[in-house]
């Protein structure tokens, strides 16, 4: 299970090649830590070229309280 570190809340960005559903799932995990997760994508052709089929790629960044 996920534990969250900060007291600061977070937004995370999800994109992954090929897997949606195992992307849909981190997303819904995520959010029940009361993280926000504006959008699941589809890696770009560029990036998935390097990370390749079945990668889930994460960014995130704080917001301030």
């Keep these: 299970r996920f534990k969250k570190r900060s007291q600061n809340k977070l937004r995370v960005f999800i994109s992954h090649g090929g ?3 195992q ?5 819904e995990d995520l959010e029940e830590l009361e993280i926000e997760v504006p959008m699941v994508t589809m890696a770009s052709l560029v990036v998935a070229g390097h990370t390749g089929p079945g990668s889930i ?3 995130w960044h704080e ?3």
């Design 57 to 59: 790629i994460c960014g």
């Design 63 to 65: 917001l301030e309280n």
């Design 19 to 21: 897997i949606a559903n």
């Design 23 to 27: 992307a849909q799932k981190l997303k």
